[in-house]
């Protein structure tokens, strides 16, 4: 059992940078896979980053990949991910989530492989 903390969202300015948190509470986060959502208004809840359990394999959704990374600090129950050059529709609340099943390489990039969720924390970027 795990319970998951965002943190680290605001606003920015284009171009800008931010770096979400994510915090585990419980003592298996390093068996979890993780990963980070995001939802804007109007639109369905997607896909931004994953890592493994190891840290190992990470995935990343079309849409970001160069501008952000996704990191784990297992030592603190920690995962971070990293938001460069952000752009007005990087908008939304992002969310953190935990997979507690899968295989120690496998870094899960569908809704429904997720099992733990966080509450979400909201990113806005001013053009």
């Known amino acids: 059992q795990v319970q998951l903390v965002e943190s680290g969202g605001g606003l920015v300015q284009a171009g800008g940078s931010l770096r979400l948190s994510c915090a585990a509470s419980?003592?298996?986060?390093?068996?979890?896979?993780m990963g980070w959502f995001r939802q804007a208004p109007g639109k369905e809840r997607e896909f931004v980053a994953a890592i493994s359990w190891s840290g190992g394999s990470t995935a990343y959704a079309d849409s970001v990949k160069g501008r952000f990374t996704i990191s784990r600090d297992n030592t603190k129950n920690t995962v971070y991910l990293q938001m460069n050059s952000l752009k007005p529709e990087d908008t939304a609340v992002y969310y953190c989530?935990?997979?507690?099943?899968?295989?120690?390489?496998?870094?899960?990039?569908?809704?429904?492989?997720?099992?733990?969720w966080g509450q979400g924390t909201q990113v806005s970027v001013s053009s």
């Open positions: 419980g003592r298996t986060f390093s068996s979890y896979a």
């Open positions: 989530a935990g997979n507690s099943y899968g295989s120690s390489w496998y870094a899960p990039n569908q809704l429904y492989e997720y099992d733990y």
